[in-house]
């Protein structure tokens, strides 16, 4: 079983569309994020599966995407946001390396904003955004082998945050201090 290189969590709006594709891009590897998964499978936009079928039925389809994703693909994967609700979803992601980008309030809902509808942010988005924000942190967190934080940094600079937070410490040499 193939496992992916590194696994992108993390809030609406944290980018992990946009670092994924460029953390693929510098490791000259594949990238694949779970949303377009869904889409293709659904054949519809996200906001048209939450209209005609619900939530319920989004996160079914997710929980799918995941696992598939999980373990056939060797690149760089970008989940969507809620996707750590799921147990079976967490589980799975157990000894991956998980990286947690985080982002404060202000500048995730700017960065929805000038972005792709999320039908959970349609309405009051502020207030909605703090709310999942409040639930999942926790969940981020246990899944995540590091967290990268994003504000006042441009992609490239968190998609070098990522591989620093990734890379293995150096090896101890005798010569090494300890
Ligand atoms: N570090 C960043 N600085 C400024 N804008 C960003 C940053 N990361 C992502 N963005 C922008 O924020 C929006 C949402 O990014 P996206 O990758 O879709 O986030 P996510 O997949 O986590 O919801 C996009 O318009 C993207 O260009
Ligand atoms: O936070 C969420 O529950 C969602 C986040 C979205 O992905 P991004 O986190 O990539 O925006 C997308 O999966 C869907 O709109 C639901
Ligand atoms: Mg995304």
Excluded: C
Excluded at 13 to 40: H, M
Excluded at 85 to 95: E, F, I, P, Q, V
Excluded at 137 to 151: D, F, I, N, Q
Aim: glycine fraction near 10%.
């Amino acid at each position: 079983m193939t496992s992916p290189l590194v696994v992108l969590v993390g809030p609406p709006g944290a980018g992990k569309s946009t670092i994924g594709a460029l953390l693929a891009q510098r490791l000259g590897t594949g990238y694949r994020d779970t949303d377009a998964d869904i889409e293709r499978t659904a054949g519809k936009p996200i906001p048209e599966i939450f209209i005609d079928e619900g939530e319920p039925h989004f996160r079914a389809l997710e929980r799918q995407a995941v696992r598939a994703a999980v373990g056939e693909h060797p690149g760089v994967l970008s989940l969507g946001g809620g996707a750590v609700m799921d147990d079976g979803t967490r589980a799975l992601l157990k000894g991956l390396p998980v990286v947690f980008l985080d982002v404060e309030l202000a500048d995730a809902v700017r960065r929805v904003g000038l972005d792709a509808p999320r039908p959970l942010l349609a309405v009051n988005p502020r207030q909605r955004w703090r709310e999942l924000m409040e639930a999942r942190r926790p969940l981020y967190t246990e899944v995540a082998r590091a967290t990268v934080s994003t504000g006042g940094r441009t992609p490239a600079e968190v998609a070098d945050a990522v591989l620093k937070a990734l890379a293995p410490p150096p090896a101890r040499t005798p010569d090494t201090p300890q």
